[in-house]
């Protein structure tokens, strides 16, 4: 590249050139059947190198707030050009490398690099290993979404239980008792700075150990080929079979070879991980439709302790998680705190294996040790992972989390993230909140298509086995459309509408009250009642909700449903004009069905049924004059119950009002 | 040697695509937010024309929703503009950030001229240069009346300039 005379120039001053000998044509003595496997530390290296440069640019956008945090990974993925392969790359070659530490581990112990006089470089070789999985535990809840603000819950929850430290340990890498602001600018701080200086710390130490014992290695060899020299090796001397080359290029190229095929993997896995994650689920269960494709969602939902979430942590701890479970509650400090240190112990002591037991059988007892330890872990996180998979509610459950993160991840696209932060966007979305509010408040007596809004089902002890509740309410999903309310007509008795109230205190007037009397004489094959009048004045009250789903009928349609409702001018099923006493408005007042009427009635007042604000007035005084009166069983729901914001998202949901993809309108 | 020799090439191919899947990400992230902070041309209705007193430049803070990155304010002074109405009823709109490097300018009504304290570049009230460091004069924003409901009001349309060079160029 440079002119030599520059390269003089340059090397007279820097001495450059000594410097790279000293690094990459340092002899290095190498098993010649087993070249391949000294390459791993290399990649590990260069893996390394990646991380730092992919959250350098991370470091340009990211923003360590509970405000700004989610907003800022969704840029990324979102607006960045490239952003998600950055990211992807700093995420998965995190993975990566602890694949990678795990076989190399594996390959000193194969190789006993662990041996006289190697024990600091096995020992750094491992603390290096914790720190690299200390920043993947610190830097997954950095997006502060649910996954990782609940992996990391569990994860200082677990450190908490250590005896003594245990709580302090927790409130320092926390930053207090609770999560907040202070929890990500300290995560951020510890994955930045703290950790990676670590790191470089103890790979620089790592280095010069093996620096030294290479050079050794390499003057005993030298020593041991110079006839000059008296000087021999043992015929069975390990050194022996070792030949000498310096580490550029033989050793540069297999390293590179090795890191390129790692990373390669972690491109792919970037690129089809995404369509692959939620295979496993179906997931539009229920009314959880997701407004993206799950391959499209980069992200959980933002943080946000009021939506449910079941916390996994990182699969690597998994193990430790599931083990807890496992044990009785009394015992549980065994397995958070001192299996781990067991381990660890397990691993630091492997060099003296040999000081018991002898070389050869010492080493087999590391490498049984380190490959039982791996299948064991590995067999305990695949159980727990299985087991969660065929919990009866994980389907329901694993739907409902991912029509979260895709429904925040649309508004987000869509609006913007707003000043107060990213958990607003679904905390004032009916679509997100309604369910909630509807299962918490209404879901005890009322069902929403047979479940309680979420897809749960109320359940109940009965001779000591638990089934499905009883609803004791009618059944409100679709509520005030004209189906719902033909059916009604046609039945009030029906298990969906009255059926179940009977059971309640004053529900015997209502079961067998006028309504159903009315819907006894007027409708089915004796009555005079058509279907098509049914529907008509069925349209007629759907027109006062006016919900999105509404379909306009015909001025006709909307006539005849005047007549049944007002009684004047009613046809028969042929045609004549007839008297009929069961009109509507005897009891219920509406405006559009009966101009003349001054309003008032017993039974609920129909003016503007259904709307916003007939719900809301209902759901906030069921039992006032213009709604059931004194024949109302239902609690009241005032302020100090239900909020004011959470009544207009449980309005709005029960009538489908929220902002959808604009195809849809 | 050969075998050497080969090596050393594989190492520097390698290493060439290793260097490419990390800098060719690296480049299109850093360069991605330069357009940042680009704006659309918006026009804004900022007074009614009979509160101007004629001859007396006025300043107004325009106020708009702001995207920042990730995060959407609902509204929020975005700048501010100096109006003011001609004796003959017709308006002139400037720009208040200054052509020299962004200050806000201020008007003196003693010497009827736009002053900016930060390099004291000194305009006429027509816009033109008196003294200072500034390339260019001030940064005249289109102007027009329009009448809502009965009313004359003043619509500016809102734009801004890249500073510290003679041409007027709009950033956009």
Redesign the interface.
């Given at each position: 590249m440079l002119p030599e005379k520059t390269k003089k120039w340059i090397d007279e001053r820097t001495g450059y050139k000594n410097f790279l000998h000293a690094i990459f044509l340092l002899n290095f003595p190498t098993k010649r059947r087993s070249r391949w496997q000294f390459i791993w530390g290399g990649a590990l290296v260069?893996m390394m190198l990646?991380e730092i440069?992919?959250g350098t640019?991370l470091m340009?956008?990211y923003s360590p707030s509970e405000?700004?945090a989610w907003?800022?990974v969704?840029?990324i993925e979102t607006?960045?050009?490239?952003?998600w392969?950055?990211r992807g790359?700093h995420h998965y070659t995190a993975h990566m490398m602890i694949v990678a530490i795990i076989v190399q581990i594996f390959l000193v112990i194969v190789s006993a690099g662990y041996r006289k006089p190697k024990e600091f470089i096995y020992w750094t070789s491992l603390l290096i290993g914790g720190v690299i999985v200390g920043l993947t535990i610190t830097g997954n809840p950095l997006p502060w979404d649910q996954k990782g603000y609940w992996s990391y819950q569990i994860e200082t929850g677990i450190a908490g239980t250590m005896p003594g430290i245990g709580s302090t340990l927790r409130s320092l890498v926390v930053g207090g008792s609770e999560f907040g602001n202070l929890t990500l600018t300290r995560l951020y701080t510890i994955h930045v700075i703290v950790l990676p200086v670590i790191a470089i710390l103890l790979f620089t130490v790592h280095m010069a150990l093996i620096r030294r014992e290479r050079l050794r290695t390499a003057k005993i060899k030298e020593a041991a080929d110079d006839p000059d020299v008296d000087f021999e090796l043992d015929e069975d001397d390990p050194l022996k079979d070792e030949i000498t080359q310096p580490y550029?290029?033989?050793q540069?190229?297999r390293t590179?070879?090795l890191?390129?095929f790692l990373?390669g993997i972690v491109?792919i896995q970037m690129m089809t991980y995404p369509t692959l994650k939620n295979q496993h689920v179906d997931y539009e269960l229920l009314e959880w439709e997701a407004d993206l494709h799950p391959s499209e969602i980069k992200l959980e939902a933002p943080a946000d302790s009021a939506l449910p979430f079941v916390a996994r942590p990182e699969w690597f701890v998994r193990f430790l998680f599931e083990l807890r479970h496992m044990v009785p509650k009394d015992l549980e400090v065994l397995v958070t705190a001192v299996l781990p240190g067991v381990l660890l112990a397990i691993l630091v002591l492997v060099p003296f294996y040999e000081k018991v037991l002898g070389e050869k059988w010492g080493q087999r007892l590391a490498i049984a040790v380190y490959v039982g330890g791996i299948l064991i872990i590995s067999g305990i996180s695949w159980y727990g992972i299985q087991t969660e998979r065929s919990a009866p509610d994980y389907a329901l459950n694993r739907s409902q989390e991912i029509a979260y993160a895709a429904r925040a991840s649309w508004l987000?696209s869509k609006?913007?993230?707003?000043?107060e932060g990213p958990a607003s966007l679904l905390r004032n979305d009916p679509k997100s909140m309604g369910p909630l509010i509807f299962a918490r408040h209404c879901g005890i007596c009322h069902t929403w298509n047979g479940h309680d809004g979420t897809g749960h089902y109320i359940m109940e002890m009965k001779d000591g086995k638990k089934v499905k509740a009883t609803p004791r309410a009618s059944d409100l999903a679709e509520f005030a459309t004209t189906k719902w309310i033909a059916e009604f007509l046609t039945n009030p008795r029906d298990p969906k509408f009255f059926g179940h109230v009977g059971s309640l205190k004053g529900g015997e007037a209502i079961l067998n009250g006028e309504m159903s009397d009315w819907a006894d004489s007027y409708v089915g094959p004796e009555g005079i009642l058509s279907k098509a009048d049914i529907e008509a004045v069925s349209a007629l009250l759907a027109r006062e909700a006016n919900r999105r789903d509404y379909e306009p009928v015909s001025e006709a349609v909307i006539k005849r449903g005047i007549s049944v409702f007002s009684g004047q001018n009613f046809k028969d099923k042929d045609g004549k004009v007839v008297d009929f006493d069961g009109y509507c408005a005897q009891c219920h007042a509406m405006k559009a069905g009966d101009p003349d009427d001054e309003g008032g009635g017993a039974a609920p007042d129909f003016n503007g049924y259904g709307s916003a604000k007939w719900l809301s007035e209902f759901i906030r005084s069921p039992g006032a004059e213009k709604f059931y009166g004194d024949k109302n069983i239902m609690p009241a729901f005032e302020e100090s119950k239900l909020s004011k914001h959470d009544l207009n998202l449980l309005v709005n949901w029960m009538r489908g009002e929220w902002q959808r993809p604009k195809t849809e309108n | 040697m050969r075998r050497r020799k080969f090596l050393k090439y594989c190492t520097s191919v390698l290493s060439s695509i290793y260097a490419i899947i990390l800098a060719v990400p690296a480049l299109g992230f850093l360069f991605s937010t330069l357009k940042r902070g680009q704006q659309e041309k918006e026009t804004y209705e900022l007074a009614k024309l009979n509160d101007l007193e004629p001859g007396v430049p006025q300043r107004f803070t325009i106020i708009d929703r702001r995207v920042d990155a990730w995060t959407k304010y609902p509204s929020g002074p975005i700048g501010s503009v100096w109006i003011s109405k001609n004796e003959d009823e017709s308006i002139t709109a400037f720009s208040s950030t200054c052509p020299h490097l962004g200050c806000v300018v201020d008007y003196v009504p003693g010497d009827k001229v736009f002053f900016c304290p930060c390099h004291a570049a000194t305009f006429e009230s027509n816009g033109s240069i008196v003294s200072g460091p500034q390339p260019r004069g001030m940064d005249e924003l289109n102007a027009s009346i329009k009448t809502i409901r009965g009313e004359k009001w003043i619509v500016v349309e809102y734009e801004k300039f890249e500073t510290g060079i003679a041409e007027k160029v709009s950033i956009n």
């Open positions: 260069l990646v440069v992919t640019l340009t956008v405000a700004a907003g800022s969704h840029y607006q960045v050009n490239l952003g392969f950055v790359l550029w290029p033989y540069t190229t590179l070879v890191t390129l990373i491109i987000a609006n913007g993230v707003p000043p | -």
